[in-house]
């Protein structure tokens, strides 16, 4: 299949007004897209809805070819995907081959188990008294989900959310960042006009507005992003009594312990903080080292930063290390965080500016003597800065990394896996790893969320993760259909002797209450 071409067939015509989306490498304008109107977004989510019920009886089988054709469609398009990621974001190309490899594992993966996952479950009945009834669980999908994604991964962010939902038999409605609409919009193009895939997955662009409107159009949503526009999600979702599952915020913590391999945990904490130019909910946003390993770790850890190459290689891929911001307003918090650590005494010892020339390119930056009086402690910076704290000892540590709103993902680096794994399970986050970082999100077969304000509910996590997206029916039927039921009517003391009787014989656990000799008045 011939990859498309940029730009006519990765936007679509002007519906009621336009954004443009510029590139953050240079400021030129990309392209346009649609800033859709509530009525638009109310008639594609009633088109969705329409091919559902067909979607839903092809079941997991049918749903699973249509998905393969788009893992396909993915593979045959990577490069062209690709260049739509770097121009629209500004991230390196080692970056952005993370994308479709992960998206394309997360697809076959919901290929592979959803059949098992959704399966009927038959439970045992709790009590020998209900042996004569048969019960059942099945999973039913809500008709139109909605998933509203970030900027920070164009293709993936979607990915880890809607395949799930398409197998689980949903429709989707999908509304991504105003900031990086293009390549998802190319990935739905392509399933309805290259791949002919039914009518179950649809784009809204636009802004704030348009992602309202998904909320007040959809059954359930998936929302990842900021904790303000999460509070905002789930307020709605509340009015409208539908679910709603959150990945927001994080500020995840670092705890380097002195028998830390110093080779080892440098490189992990030097990629975990800036990879994608540190844009990442899961990304190492604070370190906390032991006093005894703490002088060789930061000169580690400066050296390793300072050879970091900044700029973009889309015309010359792995050239460079660490790509630019999203946006202005992303690079300013960053740049304000600094500030603040450093008017507060922090200092800076690897980069600490933005990068001469156009683009929002901030250099990875390492800062010392931080501590939680810092904003760069406490808030989300969302940037490449990598602030390191030298601690006495880990139960501080542990307490420092547990001080926070936050409580997404964390990491513990130590040469002793077991006292690894302790510290790593008192940390208060959905996600922790030792000697690694980031790779919860990679482990399909475990829950990815975060507690505290960073979200409700999880992503993944084997059956849980394609069940959230359906509606558990309970239903019982008759193994044995006798004229009457013992507690139907008419009351009569015989039959209610006889069913205080039975019951007591069967659910007491102790022979003198089966028999009905209380020690009781």
């Known amino acids: 299949m011939a990859e498309s071409q940029l730009p006519s067939r990765a936007v679509v015509p002007p519906i009621s007004g336009e954004l443009t989306v510029t590139s953050p490498v240079d400021g030129t304008v990309i392209a346009a897209v649609p800033n859709m109107t509530d009525a638009e977004v109310a008639t594609l989510a009633a088109r969705l809805r329409a091919a559902q019920p067909e979607w839903e009886a092809l079941g997991t089988r049918g749903r699973g070819k249509w998905l393969g054709q788009l893992r396909d469609w993915i593979l045959d398009n990577e490069t062209h995907l690709m260049s739509l990621i770097q121009q629209e974001t500004g991230k390196v190309y080692g970056d952005a081959s993370i994308e479709p490899s992960y998206g394309l594992m997360v697809l076959n993966y919901w290929i592979k188990n959803a059949g098992e996952f959704l399966r009927d479950g038959r439970p045992k009945p709790a009590s020998p008294t209900q042996l004569t009834k048969q019960l059942t669980v099945s999973y039913r999908p809500f008709p139109l989900v909605g998933v509203i994604s970030p900027w920070n991964w164009p293709l993936v962010m979607p990915l880890l959310d809607i395949p799930a939902a398409l197998m689980a038999g949903c429709a989707v409605l999908s509304k991504p960042s105003e900031l990086t609409p293009l390549t998802w919009l190319e990935v739905v193009r392509g399933w309805r006009e290259d791949i002919g895939a039914p009518d179950v997955l649809g784009c809204a662009t636009g802004a704030g507005t348009t992602g309202r409107a998904v909320v007040d159009a959809v059954d359930m949503v998936q929302f990842t992003g900021s904790v303000r526009t999460g509070r905002a999600v789930a307020a709605r979702a509340g009015e409208r009594l539908i679910p709603c599952s959150l990945e927001l915020g994080g500020k995840d913590p670092m705890i380097v312990l002195n028998d830390a391999d110093i080779e080892r945990t440098s490189g992990g904490a030097v990629w975990g ?26 000169r580690e850890v400066v050296s390793r930063t300072n050879a970091l190459r900044v700029g973009t290689d889309i015309d010359a891929p792995f050239t460079a290390d660490i790509g630019a911001m999203s946006s202005e307003a992303q690079l300013a918090i960053v740049e304000r965080h600094v500030d603040d650590a450093v008017a507060k005494g922090a200092k800076v010892l690897a980069g600490g500016k933005r990068k001469p020339g156009p683009g929002f390119y901030y250099l990875p930056t390492v800062l010392v003597d931080v501590d939680h009086t810092m904003d760069i402690m406490r808030e989300e910076t969302f940037g490449p800065v990598l602030p390191i704290m030298k601690v006495p000892d880990a139960e501080s540590a542990l307490a420092l990394a547990n001080d926070s709103a936050f409580g997404l993902s964390g990491s513990v680096w130590t040469k002793d896996r077991r006292k690894g794994e302790a510290l790593a399970e008192r940390l208060e986050v959905g996600g922790g790893c030792v000697n690694n970082v980031c790779m919860t999100n990679f482990q399909l077969p475990l829950p990815s969320g975060g507690w505290k304000d960073s979200g409700i509910g999880a992503r993944f996590g084997a059956a849980g993760g394609i069940r959230k997206y359906t509606r558990a029916q309970a239903r019982v039927s008759e193994r044995v259909e006798a004229k009457s039921e013992a507690h139907w009517y008419p009351f009569t003391p015989f039959k209610g002797g006889l069913i205080a009787k039975g019951s007591r014989f069967i659910e007491a656990r102790d022979w003198r209450r089966r028999l009905g000799r209380s020690a009781g008045r």
């Open 273 to 298: 903080a800036f990879v994608n130019a540190g844009q990442g909910c899961i990304a190492i946003e604070r370190a906390y080292v032991e006093a005894g390993i703490y002088d060789d770790f930061v």
